[in-house]
């Protein structure tokens, strides 16, 4: 386990200053695809139809870079808001996909999942087609984003329609992703109880444990400012991977950072873990 830890008084520097390095802009010129739809079908819908709206993506290429990793991006919003953006990670020289998907009360559960999937199987299917590598593909997202690309990234249900499945993708990187059933998702099937109260279904990622998944980064806040429960489910997913078997596994626990802050924390990682993930490959 990695663990950051920070005297809580600088709290507030050190959001301050992760943010404003990051916020520095990238050497590189930049290619921007926007409002991809990543069903065919769905660009033939009218233009004031839910789905044809929502189900879009758009895509940063470097420029200047040949066979590039590339980085699925997944918004937060507890699946009920949000919109698709690009995560502050420009000028590193990876491409950026960012999703956007059904949310609920609109639909209900899967949908959101299946359109996390069909996004993901399109960017394994044409990311070459923009000079990227299908084979260094990973997905992230922050929060219900982050959710999403553990479900996508780890139940092979949801790729395997396209003819994909998880170990075909790079890595995944959840930031502050719930690994228990989303409470939102619990809402839908009717749970009453307690949004808190840790459910593990179908609908949750850790109840898709294995060791034949692919490089796995699990980034989360300090438990005791975190969303409730977030980092000792991330902590508990890292620990069962590690305890079946599972060899490429990276927990961060970042002191200092709650769920909203701990977006700025992982743009430091993120680019590491994927140089890391893809020199250990070759």
């Known amino acids: ?3 950051l830890t920070l005297p809580r008084r600088f709290q507030h520097l050190l959001v301050f200053f992760i943010a404003m390095l990051w916020a520095l802009p990238g050497q590189a010129a930049e290619q921007v695809e926007k409002g991809i739809h990543y069903r065919e ?4 819908l009218a233009q004031d139809d839910y789905r044809y709206q929502q189900c879009q993506l758009d895509l940063y290429i470097p420029e200047g870079e040949t066979d590039f990793a590339t980085l699925i991006w997944f918004h937060g919003g507890g699946l009920t808001s949000g919109k698709r953006h690009f995560p502050n990670l420009k000028g590193k020289g990876i491409a950026l996909v960012a999703v956007g998907y059904r949310l609920s ?8 999942i299946e359109d996390a999937a069909a996004a993901t199987a399109w960017v394994l299917e044409n990311i070459s087609d923009f ?3 299908s084979s260094k593909v990973f997905i992230s ?16 249900r949801w790729l395997e329609p ?8 790079a890595g995944l990187i959840p930031v502050s992703g719930q690994m228990s059933t989303h409470f939102r998702v619990k809402r839908l099937r009717g749970d009453k109880g307690e949004a808190q109260r840790v459910v593990v279904d179908e609908y949750a990622p850790m109840t898709y444990a294995s060791k034949h998944l692919p490089p796995i980064c699990l980034i989360v806040g300090d438990r005791e400012i975190e969303w409730p429960s977030r980092t000792v489910e991330n902590e508990l997913l ?3 991977l590690r305890n079946i078997g599972h060899e490429q596994v990276e927990f961060y626990e970042m002191g200092g950072l709650n769920h909203g802050t701990i977006v700025q ?3 430091i990682i993120i680019p590491s873990f994927i140089e890391r993930t893809l020199k250990a490959r070759e």
Not at 41 to 44: F, G, K, V
Not at 141 to 156: E, R
Not at 162 to 169: F, M, N
């Open 131 to 133: 000079g990227g590598d």
């Open 141 to 156: 997202g922050h929060s219900a984003g982050g959710y999403l690309a553990a479900m996508v990234g780890m139940d092979p």
């Open 1 to 3: 386990m990695c663990m």
């Open 41 to 44: 079908s769905d660009a033939l």
């Open 162 to 169: 396209y003819g994909y499945a998880p170990i075909d993708l």
């Open 238 to 240: 890292a620990s069962s």
């Open 265 to 267: 924390g992982a743009y």
């Open 105 to 112: 009360p609109q639909v209900d559960v899967p949908a959101f």
